[in-house]
């Protein structure tokens, strides 16, 4: 199934809206992924609608409520998407910094920035498929990246998210060939972590809940490689 990115361009440069417009049209074809794009003149009219979007390109400069004022405004929404700076006023770049802005593209747009940036941002959706836990009528569908780890029982699996847990007839082998090898790793013969909910590595893995998972000792220098390759892509 193709990707698809649900996006909100917020600028009142009409010469803005046609290079962007360019720009992703040019990147849907090269990357195979399809850009759903809302297109605003105005902070306010964007900001009643933010939650329907993954990615907002906002302008800096703007008329009543620039972009950075309403990156404010988006902290306090916990605002769950990523922001994108679009502007040429490389003065005002650390503020970008003060909304926690994923990136800052300058104006005028090139194509080499702006779909490096795109795809940098693509990289933090993983984990979004979605993952049937459990069977029969007690099945239910939750995305991947809930999955906290996954531990082999008997002949199958029981998947751990933060607030229950599901037996799976699947093989710990078997989840590992379905789940995104970006995001999960085979710590130990008997569990596989998430990555994003690691918060500390000692001789056991604890997880951001306070439980401990086992790390194999031969396993131990290839999970710090890649623990420390998702945090510097993915995260």
Same mark, same amino acid.
């Given at each position: 199934?193709?990707?698809?990115?649900?996006?909100?361009?917020?600028?009142?440069?009409?010469?803005v809206f046609l290079m962007?417009?360019?720009?992703?049209?040019?990147?849907?074809?090269?990357?195979?992924?399809?850009?759903?794009?809302?297109?605003?003149?105005?902070?306010?009219?964007?900001?009643?609608?933010?939650?329907?979007?993954?990615?907002?390109?906002?302008?800096?400069?703007?008329?009543?409520?620039?972009?950075?004022?309403?990156? %404010? &405004?988006?902290?306090?929404?916990?605002?769950?998407?990523?922001?994108?700076?679009?502007?040429?006023?490389?003065?005002?770049?650390?503020?970008?910094?003060?909304?926690?802005?994923?990136?800052?593209?300058?104006?005028?747009?090139?194509?080499?920035?702006?779909?490096?940036?795109l795809t940098a941002f693509? %990289?933090?959706?993983?984990?979004?498929?979605?993952?049937?836990?459990?069977?029969?009528?007690?099945?239910?569908?939750?995305?991947?990246?809930?999955?906290?780890?996954?531990?082999?029982?008997?002949?199958?699996?029981?998947?751990?998210?933060?607030?229950?847990?599901? +037996?799976?007839?699947?093989?710990?082998?078997?989840?590992?060939?379905?789940?995104?090898?970006?995001?999960?790793?085979?710590?130990? +013969?008997?569990?596989?972590?998430?990555?994003?909910?690691?918060?500390?590595?000692?001789?056991?893995?604890?997880?951001?809940?306070?439980? %401990?998972?086992?790390?194999? %000792?031969?396993?131990?220098?290839?999970?710090?490689? &890649?623990?420390?390759?998702?945090?510097?892509?993915?995260?």
């Amino acid at each position: 199934m193709r990707e698809e990115i649900h996006v909100a361009l917020c600028d009142d440069e009409q010469t803005v809206f046609l290079m962007a417009e360019e720009l992703i049209r040019r990147y849907e074809i090269a990357y195979q992924v399809t850009l759903l794009t809302d297109y605003y003149t105005d902070a306010e009219s964007l900001l009643g609608n933010v939650d329907s979007y993954d990615l907002l390109l906002l302008d800096i400069e703007m008329p009543d409520m620039d972009g950075i004022e309403l990156g %404010r &405004k988006l902290l306090e929404k916990d605002y769950s998407g990523k922001i994108i700076i679009l502007s040429g006023m490389f003065e005002r770049f650390t503020e970008a910094f003060e909304i926690e802005a994923f990136r800052f593209v300058k104006k005028p747009l090139e194509e080499q920035e702006f779909f490096a940036a795109l795809t940098a941002f693509r %990289r933090t959706r993983i984990g979004r498929r979605m993952m049937e836990l459990g069977q029969g009528k007690s099945a239910v569908f939750l995305p991947e990246k809930e999955i906290y780890c996954i531990l082999a029982e008997g002949r199958g699996t029981i998947v751990f998210t933060r607030t229950q847990s599901f +037996r799976s007839e699947k093989a710990l082998s078997e989840w590992e060939e379905v789940l995104e090898n970006q995001l999960f790793f085979r710590c130990h +013969r008997q569990a596989i972590v998430n990555m994003a909910m690691v918060q500390e590595v000692e001789k056991d893995i604890i997880l951001n809940n306070g439980d %401990r998972v086992s790390l194999s %000792r031969r396993k131990r220098q290839k999970f710090r490689e &890649k623990y420390l390759e998702y945090k510097i892509k993915y995260r």
